[in-house]
């Protein structure tokens, strides 16, 4: 089971880029599937998840209204689309899957601890 996270690059303040999260191995329909992000000296930090089936989309508070994120289950990839980007989005952009289902019973999408199986990060440098 691998996810490939692809998308990553520069970007100017104001842009907007979307970031790609590519599964083998396992279907992401069938899993949650979350991002994260790690700043040099911060923690990891959660940003979004996308439950198993249809049962909904969760967002940080830091991010809900700019950043979206998506699944396509024919492509097997899910996206996490970030508009109006900042500097301070400069990061490292993990994907990662819940592959236990323990989201599915405790809700908690926003643990990094939730998760068990993690793509290798792409970076986002977000600078003019």
């Known amino acids: 089971f691998q996810l490939q996270a692809s998308g990553g690059g520069l970007a100017q303040p104001g842009d907007r880029l979307t970031l790609s999260c590519t599964a083998s191995?396992?279907?992401?329909?069938?899993?949650?599937v979350a991002w994260f992000r790690q700043a040099p000296g911060k923690e990891r930090w959660w940003l979004a998840s996308?439950?198993?089936?249809?049962?909904?989309?969760y967002y940080s508070n830091s991010v809900r209204g700019r950043f979206s994120i998506s699944r396509d289950s024919a492509k097997n990839t899910v996206y996490l689309q970030m508009n109006s980007l900042k500097p301070e989005d400069t990061a490292v952009y993990f994907c990662a899957a819940d592959l236990t289902l323990l989201t599915y019973q405790t809700g908690n999408y926003y643990q990094p601890g939730q998760y068990n199986t993690w793509g290798q990060g792409t970076q986002v440098t977000v600078s003019s």
């Open positions: 996308i439950a198993r089936d249809s049962l909904g989309e």
């Open positions: 191995g396992f279907s992401v329909r069938d899993y949650a």
